[in-house]
């Protein structure tokens, strides 16, 4: 089993950074892949970026040139790094980790970006 906590979530202006981290209790070197998924209350979760254990990484179309996804192997953590924070950014921002057949979830870090 691998918990996973994000952090780092906060209030930013738009326009502005915010980096979010996802500790995992064990070694993500093996896991299959790993992704940032993000829901506004009412809508469906949304796939934001995915980093796969080859170190491929996959963006949505409404992240991509903004937000960066990486990972520290040997902290065990999963990053992202968000840039030109948009209102429509904000959210609450969820780290998974598919370890095969199992999927692992994150209890979730809010964004709030101010316009």
């Known amino acids: 089993q691998v918990r996973l906590v994000e952090s780092g979530g906060g209030l930013v202006q738009a326009g502005g950074s915010l980096r979010l981290s996802c500790a995992a209790s064990?070694?993500?070197?093996?896991?299959?892949?790993m992704r940032w998924y993000r829901q506004v209350p009412g809508l469906q979760r949304e796939l934001v970026c995915e980093i796969t254990r080859s170190g491929s990484t996959v963006y949505a179309d409404s992240v991509k040139g903004r937000f960066t996804i990486s990972r520290d192997i040997a902290k065990n953590t999963l990053y992202l790094q968000m840039s030109s924070l948009r209102p429509e950014d904000a959210a609450v921002y969820y780290c998974?980790?598919?370890?095969?057949?199992?999927?692992?979830w994150g209890q979730g870090t809010q964004v709030t970006v101010s316009s």
């Open positions: 064990s070694s993500i070197f093996s896991i299959d892949a």
């Open positions: 998974n980790a598919f370890v095969l057949p199992h999927i692992y």
